[in-house]
């Protein structure tokens, strides 16, 4: 068993790696396309197929450790890429000769179907990420557990091979955590900003490319922080850090699932938006504008700093890159800053034109 068991967890961190390969963000599963999650759905299927071809066979019937790979599918991928990968997996076994036990096991690989998104919402909700990701494995082992000794005769046999399992699980369990980890700490190092953990530029022009391939049309908000360099120069660098980060801190609470923020550059910030209602961009962006004028960041010495921010806004046109859009936008942006600042402006066709000032 020690074989397969190296062969199952060599699989399952080879699709861990693919999955971060793949996507940087693969965990954020309200903003995956349809297209996307069909693909997901096509290679955890083939990553369920691989495990059962690696299974210890006893019996008759292959014993594997497809309940972890459902764990961890579900954990980070979400039950709608995960129910149909356990009912492809579990009814591919038919394709291939069977018998009574086969049909019972596959009884129960269906009854974990059904169960386990519901143990996953009830975790999500109450438990920190290793207790949750532990139990879901620990309800997959229970259930694996119940049809060993169900489907064995001889009771030594599968008594040695329930302690093997479980040994085998926990391992695996600490062996992939530690792992998955290890891989997110990397994609964060990659694609997130150090000083403000929002995306960073490198994910901002990955999406850029990546979103334009769609068919989906969105709208861009460069936002700039004005007179930056002022407050570096007048309070030092470690106050301007501050005033990224609480800028950063302000900025977030506008953003939902169809809105992405970005940090692009030194005090320059992006916001991707999905559609291309103008005037639902023109109020986010002005809703912005008027949260951070208001705010004031306390010093020390009972000094403080007030600031404002320039913006500028595109719409995506039809066949056009977002990077174009993106190029426009910022044209945008300077226009807000070469005409006063704290001001925002919106890159039409041939032109940038600036707003009304906020009251």
């Known amino acids: 068993m020690l074989l397969q068991t190296a062969a199952n967890l060599g699989i399952l961190v080879l699709n861990c790696y693919f999955l971060l390969k793949s996507s940087h963000d693969f965990t954020n599963t309200k903003?995956?396309?349809?297209?996307?999650?069909?693909?997901?759905?096509?290679?955890?299927?083939?990553?369920?197929?691989?495990?059962?071809?690696?299974?210890?066979?006893?019996?008759?019937?292959?014993i594997d450790f497809r309940f972890v790979f459902y764990a961890v599918t579900i954990?980070?991928?979400?039950?709608?890429?995960?129910?149909?990968?356990?009912?492809?997996?579990?009814?591919?076994?038919?394709?291939?000769?069977?018998?009574?036990?086969a049909i019972v096991a596959s009884g129960f690989s269906l009854l974990l179907m059904m169960t386990l998104p519901f143990v996953d919402s009830w975790l999500s909700k109450t438990v920190d990420?290793?207790?949750?990701?532990?139990?879901?494995?620990?309800?997959?082992?229970?259930?694996?557990?119940?049809?060993?000794?169900?489907?064995?005769?001889?009771?030594?046999?599968?008594?040695?091979?329930?302690?093997?399992?479980?040994?085998?699980?926990?391992?695996?369990?600490?062996?992939?955590?530690?792992?998955?980890?290890?891989?997110?700490?990397?994609?964060?190092l990659v694609h997130k900003?150090?000083?403000?953990?929002?995306?960073?530029?490198?994910?901002?022009?990955?999406?850029l490319e990546h979103l334009s391939k769609q068919n989906d049309l969105f709208s861009l908000i460069i936002l700039d922080i004005d007179f930056f360099k002022t407050v570096n120069d007048q309070f030092g660098h470690h106050v301007g850090d501050m005033v990224l980060k609480e800028v950063a801190e302000r900025f977030q609470v506008f953003i939902e699932s169809s809105r992405k923020l970005y940090r692009v550059g030194g005090e320059e910030f992006a916001i991707i938006m999905s559609g291309t209602n103008q005037?639902?961009?023109?109020?986010?962006?002005?809703?912005?504008?008027?949260?951070?004028?208001?705010?004031t960041i306390k010093l020390e010495n009972d000094q403080h700093v007030r600031i404002t921010i320039s913006a500028g806004i595109a719409i995506q046109e039809e066949n056009e890159h977002l990077k174009t859009t993106f190029y426009r936008a910022d044209s945008a942006l300077y226009h807000s800053k070469n005409n006063g600042r704290n001001k925002i402006s919106i890159a039409e066709a041939t032109e940038c034109q600036s707003l009304p000032s906020i009251p």
Not at 33 to 62: C, D, M, R, W
Not at 94 to 99: C, G, I, K, S
Request: with cysteine; glycine share 4%.
């Open 31 to 62: 903003s995956l396309t349809l297209q996307k999650k069909l693909f997901y759905i096509f290679i955890q299927t083939l990553t369920g197929l691989l495990l059962l071809n690696f299974a210890t066979v006893s019996e008759g019937i292959p």
């Open 75 to 101: 954990k980070y991928l979400g039950w709608q890429i995960t129910t149909p990968v356990m009912f492809l997996v579990t009814i591919s076994r038919f394709l291939f000769p069977y018998n009574d036990a």
């Open 129 to 188: 990420e290793f207790r949750h990701l532990f139990v879901l494995i620990s309800y997959g082992l229970m259930t694996s557990l119940i049809m060993i000794f169900l489907i064995f005769d001889d009771f030594k046999n599968a008594t040695y091979l329930a302690i093997s399992l479980v040994g085998y699980t926990y391992l695996l369990t600490f062996i992939l955590y530690g792992l998955m980890s290890e891989f997110r700490n990397l994609v964060v």
């Open 193 to 207: 900003d150090y000083l403000t953990n929002l995306y960073n530029k490198k994910s901002f022009e990955d999406d």
């Open 279 to 295: 005037e639902e961009t023109v109020e986010l962006a002005c809703s912005i504008q008027k949260q951070i004028e208001d705010m």
